[in-house]
């Protein structure tokens, strides 16, 4: 048996997620009927994030241990024929050593946010960015995310259905730039909370909007209470982008899109 590691690339506007779902498609589910009819193997594939409904991949990692032997060119092109017309692509797919693992060996995620800041409707780029109409002040945004970069309790920032065994965290970076109408939000951290990015995003824009201060983002994150969030943003604008493993461990390359 073999392991292999995959980077993928999805839009996520037709599944329920990445996580294999009862009640509907699934980035993962995809991915492993498209093995297993290139196998006939029934296999789990892992990842190195669960997104939501809606959210897209760059750039995911993840990994499956195959039987068959397949060099990993051409198990990549037969997984991608397989897959179509999902909107779901191999990118990579390299042998990796057993012991590692998308999601235990994974030191780092970044996500992008991407924010059309503009009055005029979303044409092809709609359900891929979120459009807020009101104008946005990003440095004042960027200046507010300061505040919750850190080592922190995000509770407020924490959907009621999340799993984590704490609320604390640390994030490592939250920027946010404009570029023309666009306003775009990094965000990276070793693991995030259920809706933690898009928590953090709903909030800026208040900020941005000029209808929260600086101090009123440090008091919702205080206050440790998911009531004191003032806006979860929609999943449109999220991208997983990149994951960061140790270096005896593969290295995933940084999806810079933006």
């Known amino acids: 048996m073999s392991r292999v590691a995959f980077t993928v690339e999805f839009d996520g506007r037709p599944f329920m997620g990445w996580q294999r779902q009862a009640h509907g498609p699934s980035v993962q589910q995809t991915i492993e009927d498209a093995i297993f009819a290139v196998t006939g193997e029934r296999v789990a594939v892992h990842a190195a994030g669960r997104t939501d409904a809606g959210v897209h991949g760059l750039a995911m ?144 824009a208040m900020v941005g909007m000029n209808r929260w201060s600086a101090h009123d983002l440090g008091d919702a994150l205080e206050a440790r209470d998911r009531s004191a969030l003032a806006l979860n943003a929609p999943p449109d604008g999220l991208y997983f982008v990149r994951a960061d493993y140790p270096e005896h461990c593969l290295q995933m390359k940084a999806a810079t899109q933006s």
């Open 61 to 204: 990692r993840a990994h499956a241990d195959i039987d068959k032997d397949l060099a990993p060119f051409r198990l990549m092109e037969a997984l991608n024929a397989r897959m179509r017309p999902h909107p779901v692509a191999i990118l990579a797919c390299d042998a990796v050593p057993k012991d590692w693992h998308a999601r235990f060996s994974c030191t780092g995620r970044s996500y992008v946010y991407r924010i059309a800041n503009r009055r005029a409707p979303l044409t092809f780029e709609q359900g891929l960015t979120w459009r807020v109409i009101q104008p946005l002040d990003a440095d004042a945004m960027h200046r507010a995310a300061q505040l919750l970069v850190g080592r922190h309790d995000f509770t407020t920032f924490r959907s009621a259905h999340c799993q984590a065994d704490s609320p604390v965290k640390s994030l490592d970076r939250l920027d946010v730039a404009r570029e023309g109408d666009r306003v775009i939000i990094h965000a990276a951290a070793r693991s995030f909370l259920h809706h933690q990015v898009r928590s953090m995003v709903g909030c800026l």
